[in-house]
């Protein structure tokens, strides 16, 4: 696939729809490749659990979360919990990267499918502490969310192996 940020349309629905793709991409780009070691290297001995394999396994599960949670109402199967509540940034340390990325690569997929029909004004199913977000404002966090991780895995691959770019 070709990452691209450029819309095939000017509509807000498209553009949104495309960051989001786009920003998804570029964290499974800045993963694959990466060894079992080098995707666990964590080069900040304070943040143990900020390595690659776990930072996307947390997307993984932060968009499971926003999508099939709070947007639909559905159950919550992510590997967090009352005892663990970084149990999806843990499990990186275990799981094996291609599991991992093959893991946010279907979650990439069912997002895009459940978004499609849902309308961007709709509010989702469960609200938030102080306010019942939009579908459109779901989406701009899922953007920034990864957006912001993906800062963080473009510096961890450089310090893993020397990869730069976007």
Known sequence: MVRTDTPPAGDERS????????????????????SQELARTAPVATSPLTNPASLLNHLRWNEHYWIEVVTLGGDDRAPWSAEHPDGELEAGLTVPIEEIID????????????????????????????????????????IEETARHNGHLDLLREMADGSVGD
């Open 103 to 142: 893991g946010y690569s279907e979650q990439v997929q069912l997002t895009r499918t459940l978004l499609a029909d849902l309308d961007f004004d709709a509010e989702t199913e469960k609200p938030l502490k102080d306010f019942h977000p939009t579908v459109r404002w779901v989406v701009a966090h899922l």
């Open 15 to 34: 553009v949104q729809m495309q960051m989001l793709e786009y920003v998804q991409q570029t964290a499974l780009f800045k993963v694959r490749g990466l």
